[in-house]
Antibody
Framework: EVQLVESGGGLIQPGGSLRLSCAAS????????MSWVRQAPGKGLEWVSVIYSGGSTYYADSVKGRFTISRDNSKNTLYLQMNSLRAEDTAVYYC????????????WGQGTLVTVSS | DIVMTQTPLSLSVTPGQPASISCKSS???????????LYWYLQKPGQSPQLLIYEVSNRFSGVPDRFSGSGSGTDFTLKISRVEAEDVGVYYCMQSIQLPLYTFGQGTKLEIK
């Protein structure tokens, strides 16, 4: 069974850093396109970042230069390192799988809440 | 960047009645490989989004056949033939032709009358 479990969210002051984790089971992270998608309180979905199976990484303009996506193949886990956090980064962060075969974002995690506030 | 525009932003439907949501993209979602990269998701209250429809009209595993998708180019529609109480939530369309950038519509909130 495919499962994605996020962790690492919490309350952080503006300018701070946080690392989110997404532990996968039932499939191999490194064989898929893995993304982070966020949802600000009461708002819609916003794609944040993707890491391709080949290792290439891409970011939304809103987080470029501040966030870094990575994966640990030995742990089958996806990460999002978030630096220089701003109030507008407050959101639930979901990891999602795109197998690259047409069913984009076929599985999602339950999400982890990041609150940036002083 | 491709902009996805959904209408309406909210709708209230009597159980058993049909519902329809429109999604328009600012550029064609038809790829040179012949596929159209348009998806529909449902986010039920308090839950993560779930995939309903992929590549315009293909129902994902386990999705009831009362859900159907249609359209081409820049105009797409999600239809629910007979709305049930469990269908409440926010529906999003999304494009993935412009990878690595995925773009979602604003969302359409479905409520039951």
């Amino acid at each position: 069974e495919v499962q994605l479990v996020e962790s690492g969210g919490g309350l952080i002051q503006p300018g701070g850093s946080l690392r989110l984790s997404c532990a996968a089971s039932g499939f191999t992270v490194s064989s898929n396109y893995m993304s982070w998608v966020r949802q600000a309180p009461g708002k819609g979905l916003e794609w944040v970042s993707v890491i391709y199976s080949g290792g290439s990484t891409y970011y939304a303009d809103s987080v470029k230069g501040r966030f870094t996506i990575s994966r640990d193949n030995s742990k089958n886990t996806l990460y999002l390192q978030m630096n220089s956090l701003r109030a507008e980064d407050t959101a639930v962060y979901y990891c999602a799988r795109d197998p690259g075969t047409g069913t984009a974002f076929d599985y999602w995690g339950q999400g982890t809440l990041v609150t940036v506030s002083s | 960047d491709i902009v996805m525009t959904q209408t309406p932003l909210s709708l209230s439907v009597t159980p058993g009645q049909p519902a329809s949501i429109s999604c328009k993209s600012s550029q064609s979602l038809l790829h040179s490989d012949g596929k159209t990269y348009l998806y529909w998701y449902l986010q039920k209250p308090g839950q993560s989004p779930q995939l309903l429809i992929y590549e315009v009209s293909n129902r994902f595993s386990g999705v009831p056949d009362r859900f159907s998708g249609s359209g081409s180019g820049t105009d797409f529609t999600l239809k629910i033939s007979r709305v049930e109480a469990e269908d409440v939530g926010v529906y999003y369309c999304m494009q993935s032709i412009q990878l690595p950038l995925y773009t979602f519509g604003q969302g359409t909130k479905l409520e039951i009358k």
